[in-house]
């Protein structure tokens, strides 16, 4: 299904034609569809963080990939994946709520989505409650919608 998902996405933003500039502002229905698919995409990644489902985010992750987590560390895509199998051990994310979501499509290969998330589950049996600003830098290579640099602060509650 995920796949089906993705392969979708994917199509509509092949349809898109390069060159044009748009922005949040841009209402034009070529804009809205963009929005829309890598909305729908920031979704689907969050989904993925949620089941720890390490295979699926290294298939959207570019090999340059980096991120900044929460306390400031900063993670190659070899060294984040691997904090799925470790995390996958002990924490399990049952909720996943959206408080916020924005996409901006800087040009015809980067869009930023940013979005407030609460993230509730278990760490060690343990129940937490945590709400995350998270930006998200994605860009178009070779026809396909990848993430180049994430970056996760918590909110305090």
């Not at 060294?79 to 040009?107: G, H």
């Amino acid at each position: 299904m995920k796949e089906l998902v993705f392969a979708g996405a994917f199509l509509i933003l092949g349809s898109i034609s390069i060159g044009a500039q748009a922005s949040l502002n841009d209402s034009s229905p070529k804009n809205r569809k963009l929005v829309e698919s890598i909305a729908t995409l920031g979704r689907a990644y969050t989904d993925m963080i949620r089941r720890n489902d390490a295979a699926s985010i290294a298939s959207i992750v570019a090999d340059d990939y980096l991120v900044a987590d929460e306390v400031g560390k900063v993670y190659t895509k070899q060294e984040d994946l691997a904090t799925y199998v470790d995390r996958a051990k002990s924490v399990k994310i049952d909720t996943v709520e959206y408080k916020d979501q924005k996409v901006r499509i800087l040009n015809d290969e980067v869009a930023i989505d940013h979005a407030t998330i609460r993230f509730r589950g278990t760490r060690s049996g343990k129940p937490f409650d945590i709400t995350e600003r998270c930006t998200t830098i994605w860009a178009l290579r070779k026809g396909r919608w990848l993430i180049v640099a994430d970056h996760f602060s918590y909110l305090k509650p």
